[in-house]
């Protein structure tokens, strides 16, 4: 059983900063892949940034010099800093963890909502 917990979601102005969370019930260093995702209503859920267990990242183009994903092992922890947010950011963000050995799995997290006003 893997369980994921965001928090940090709410309601900002345009311009304006949220850091969320995501809270993993084992050590983030059993997962091959950790990354947040996005998804409004009527929409597909999309990639927003991923980070390896070797700490390499990757960021959509739409969230690039503006948002970074890093990670406290220690905590068991990782986190999306979101800057600048523009009103076109707002959605519920998911946390997801991969896991390729033993066996194949994916996580998800509840989601938490991001709203940015104009």
């Known amino acids: 059983q893997v369980q994921l917990v965001e928090s940090g979601g709410g309601l900002v102005q345009a311009g304006g900063s949220l850091r969320l969370s995501c809270a993993a019930s084992e050590s983030t260093l059993r997962f091959n892949v950790m990354g947040w995702y996005r998804q409004v209503p009527g929409n597909q859920r999309e990639l927003v940034a991923a980070i390896g267990n070797g700490g390499g990242t990757s960021y959509a183009d739409s969230v690039k010099g503006r948002f970074t994903i890093s990670r406290d092992n220690a905590k068991n922890t990782v986190y999306l800093q979101m800057n600048s947010l523009k009103p076109e950011d707002t959605a519920v963000y998911y946390c997801?963890?991969?896991?390729?050995?033993?066996?194949?799995?994916?996580?998800w997290g509840q989601g938490t909502q991001v709203t940015v006003s104009s």
């Open positions: 997801n963890a991969e896991r390729y050995y033993p066996l194949m799995g994916a996580y």
